[in-house]
């Protein structure tokens, strides 16, 4: 058992000596030894075995134990002689706490010998302090009150935690007593000074109440405001009698003389008054707000019981009366007293650029020019927030909608003067700088835009500012309606429409009637005049946004007007290419009458190519010059045109037939000089050759090589068969049967010959049903509009077949 219990102990013992590769490192720097009993990994049977090598060492055994006994000896004289300085230091800690609590003992004693000197000094002052402040109050002696009160009331401080004693909370007693009696007394002195009832009296002890006014601002906060209150009553008791409901000089027509007497009384104020209140207490600016806030609940009131007497004029000009006093307020006093009132309930005012606040001398206010996009001109720096705003004019907001009414029976009126002016006028003459301008109206229409909206913008910003948006809603409507659209020159017949006087006259032979060069130039220009109002309608909304409140943005909404103007800008792009389409038709027509098997040579281009050039340099240097300044809208025209001419082209060269080989060459060469013009379309007559839009180039490189591609087709020898055919699919990636069948028509070819070559098409097709799939790929020429053109076609012979 004994063994046992020895080896458990090694075991923990050598557990708990088990160190850290770290800390062994450190150790071996710190205490260098080549004993091998200082080393980690010591092995105790190894050792014995290195001094006892063999049988014969172990003779000298005793020197060996002896020498081991000796270093433990040494190690445990080494280990004592650290724990017993460890001790010593231990007892010299305890000497010197011993030796410093005497001295500590000695300060406390000093500390406290000091504070109980000062606090008798305190209790002496407060005591004599409060004497004097009963002795002077009663004599009233406010200048010296006021000097003493501060400090009786500071040495008071110091005794908040001795109030458990009787002799401290009676003084304090005592200075509350004489607080409450210094606060009625200094009221009764302003009472007696400023009575409420009776006129007002011009002399009074202004001394005492300057010096009782000093004492005011130490006492409860409440009796200076109860001073203040009395005094701003008693100053405006006049106002309210010489401009009660019922006399004359109370309606918005005298509005000018509210002010004009608020203004003297406080220049009366400062001469009188103005040394008996303290600067900090902002006497002057309390009694101007005081006189804004009964103005403005006296002027609701009169509004109300008179509401159907207010015109619009009356209401403005009461508005421009009472925004120039707020702008003076602002000029005068800095608004640090508003936060005591009423007052913070108000919005905070938006930046000043309030027309109104313009000289009162300028009976009306100045023109505001805008030229395209000055709304979105840099900033002005904004004026400081006049922090008056609304104090009040804000009475008026309940009456805006006299103006809100009055705007829109003025835009209607304005409105209407420019139909008039148009029919006047006439549209933009041809061949001058009017010519594809902007329609003048439009500006003058964004000009009053602008006007209202900062008007009203400076009346309100709330709801009102939404009824206006709803007025210049209804009214860029109106204009787009009958400025713009009513003014497009009318069509005979609407794109893909069919009339019959269209028939008829395509029937004997007369061309169709075209747009005259002033149609023309007064279709660019309400192109034009649309699309100012598009980007100017955009700022519009950017700028109606900034001026209404944060809650109310969402109902700005004006992308139903813009879409409107879009909607102008497609419709005349649509006259344009219609009308040059349309100018075409009966070119394109005679070229499908020709009898182009007859054919005998190939010659100069064909007539029918010249006519068809003839009507693009007569229409496109016109449109492209009064299309100067919407430079982009003439791309669209060009891309348009060669979507809708393209297909058509293409459409009545399958009407060719049959066609021989010599006609094919001859059509081949018309069709090349026709992509050579349309390549060229965007700069034809001009003097300055610009590079065509490469999306332009791609449509009619794409286009006209697939009618190229056709001719070829159709001039390519049809026997043998097989040869023929992958050449068709070859050349033309919309190969489908009947493409292939419409250029057999134009060979000449039998239906019998022709059956036999679409059963071998079928076959020899890749992929037959990726035929209509790659067909409808198409970006520019798509088996729809050709099968639509075969129906209006079909239409038309029914009607001649019934005429």
Known sequence: MMEEEELEFVEELEAVLQLTPEVQLAIEQVFPSQDPLDRADFNAVEYINTLFPTEQSLANIDDVVNKIRLKIRRL?????????????????????????????????????????????????MLAGGVNSLEAMTRRRQYGEVANLLQGVMNVLEHFHKYMGIPQ?????????????????????????????????????????????????????????????????????????????????????????????????????????????????????????????????????????????????????FAIQRTTNFEGFLAKRFSGCTLTDGALKKLESPPPSTNPFLEDEATPEMEELGMEKGELDQPKKPKAPDNPFHGIVSKCFEPHLYVYIESQDKNLGELIDRFVADFKAQGPPKPNTDEGGAVLPSCADLFVYYKKCMVQCSQLSTGEPMIALTTIFQKYLREYALKILSGNLPKTTSSSGGLTISSLLKEKEGSEAAKFTLEELCLICSILSTAEYCLATTQQLEEKLKEKVDVSLIERINLTGEMDTFSTVISSSIQLLVQDLDAACDPALTAMSKMQWQNVEHVGDQSPYVTSVILHIKQNVPIIRDNLASTRKYFTQFCIKFANSFIPKFITHLFKCKPISMVGAEQLLLDTHSLKMVLLDLPSIGSQVVRKAPASYTKIVVKGM??????????????????????????????????????????KGLKRSEQSSMLELLRQRLPNPPSGPEGSSSLSLITPTPEQESSRIRKLEKLIKKRL
Not at 207 to 230: F, G, H, S, T, Y
Not at 233 to 242: I, T
Not at 283 to 294: G, K, L, N, S, W
Not at 711 to 717: D, E, G, I
């Open 76 to 124: 445990d004289d080494n280990i004592r002689t650290v724990v017993r300085g460890q001790t010593n230091v231990g007892q010299d800690g305890r000497q010197v706490k011993e030796i410093t609590r005497d001295i500590k003992q000695l300060d406390h004693a000093k500390r406290h010998l000091t504070t109980s000197i000062t606090t008798l000094n305190h209790l002496h």
């Open 168 to 316: 401290i909370r009676q003084l304090s007693e005592r200075v509350k007593a004489a607080q409450t009696e210094l606060g009625q007394q200094i009221l009764a002195d302003f009472e007696e000074a400023f009575p409420s009832q009776g006129t007002k009296r011009s002399g009074g002890p202004s001394n005492v109440l300057r010096d009782a006014c000093l004492v005011a601002n130490i006492l409860d906060p409440r009796i200076k405001q109860e001073i203040i209150k009395k005094f701003i009553k008693q100053h405006l008791s006049e106002y309210l009698v010489l401009f009660q409901e019922n006399q004359d000089v109370a309606w918005l027509d005298k509005i000018d003389r509210r002010y004009a007497w608020v203004k003297r009384q406080l220049v009366d104020y400062e001469e009188k008054y103005g040394r008996m209140f303290p600067r900090e207490w902002y006497m002057t600016e309390r009694i101007a707000v005081e006189f804004c806030h009964v103005t403005r609940a006296e002027l609701s009131k009169i509004m109300r019981a008179r509401a159907k007497e207010i015109e619009v004029k009356l209401l403005l």
């Open 705 to 746: 090589t697939r009618a190229e591609m056709i001719l070829k087709v159709v001039m390519a020898p049809h026997e043998p068969l097989v040869v023929f055919v992958d050449n068709y699919i070859k050349l033309l990636t919309d190969c489908n049967t009947e493409t292939f069948q419409k250029i057999l028509d134009m």
